[in-house]
């Protein structure tokens, strides 16, 4: 029997990861029982396509160590092989099993899933399950407006966030078979950017190619699409240098593979993240309780 491949799709919330959930499921990819998935709502009236038992374990990975999904201290050093992990580790591998162990090709989405990564690399792996990575990335002042829109967050504090997923995402990541894709491309020309998806992921291209063209035109409405920022507003808006950095690394990134996977980008992407993370150990502590406002975004 072939190994099972799982495709991780990662990106901060509000950057198009619930739209690319759909598209890889329209490739032939998995996402669980039907049941199990989030129902749409206000924030996403096109649907989450997130497995509601992915993100509950997700979230107590998270809140296991004092964090929440909008914390943006890291995980202490090498967290997942600590023994409170051991509940969490042995209920995914269940979720795995009875959910897509007989499925060739699966997905899941979850945006805490930037967050927690060396955990799933470590269950994926002993259930001999290979894993490749769509990293969906979105201008970090329209990810901004978004989060204040719905969750009343300050501009500092949301750019803070949007830097942690995104660097955790590319640090832990590097040397796998993954793909960078941009939100506003995936909205303004999802045919190339699926394509795209297909041929360095190695998902086959379906056969029915009309049926899915019907299907992701009818799904995607360009009008949920509320902000559209240019990288020179990150200038005038006087956005702090790493996260214009970490932006303009993912946007090179996208271009070609050969960008995403030179050494030049992996040492920048490296010096970013220990960086990042070290200013953040200085300047904050973990939340002892987390705030239910904050609890399901």
Request: glycine share 4%; charged share 25%.
């Amino acid at each position: 029997m072939s190994r099972s491949k799982a495709v991780c799709i990662l990106g901060m919330h509000r950057s198009g990861t619930s739209v690319m959930s759909r598209a890889v499921n329209l490739l032939g990819a998995d996402l669980g029982n039907k049941a199990e998935l989030l129902p749409p709502g206000k924030a996403n009236p096109k649907g989450f396509w997130e497995h509601t038992g992915i993100i509950k374990l997700n979230h107590r990975m998270l809140r296991t160590f004092g964090r929440s999904w909008d914390s943006t201290v890291p995980l202490p050093d090498r967290w997942w092989e600590s023994s409170r992990t051991q509940p969490i580790r042995k209920e995914l591998k269940r979720l795995i099993q009875r959910d897509f162990e007989r499925k060739r090709l699966w997905a899941w989405k979850d945006p805490r899933t930037c967050l927690v990564i060396p955990l799933w690399q470590s269950v994926l792996r002993e259930m001999n399950t290979d894993l490749i990575y769509v990293i969906m990335v979105r201008n970090p002042l329209d990810v901004a407006a978004s989060l204040y829109k719905r969750n009343g967050f300050t501009l500092k504090k949301s750019l803070n966030i949007w830097a942690h997923y995104t660097l955790s995402a590319l640090y832990w990541t590097s040397g796998a078979k993954r793909v960078i894709v941009h939100y506003d491309q995936l909205i303004s020309d999802w045919e190339s950017q699926l394509k795209r998806v297909s041929s360095t992921l190695d998902i086959p291209w379906p056969k029915r190619e009309n049926q899915l063209k019907r299907s992701m035109e009818s799904f995607l409405d360009p009008k949920l699409q509320h902000n559209k920022s240019t990288l020179k507003e990150l200038d005038i808006k006087g956005i702090s240098n790493p996260v214009k950095m970490i932006y303009r690394l993912c946007l090179q990134g996208g271009d070609t593979r050969s960008n995403l996977e030179g050494r030049k980008m992996k040492e920048q992407v490296k010096h970013l993240y220990k960086h990042f993370h070290r200013l953040s150990r200085m300047t904050q502590q973990p939340k002892a309780l987390i705030a239910k406002k904050n609890h399901n975004p």
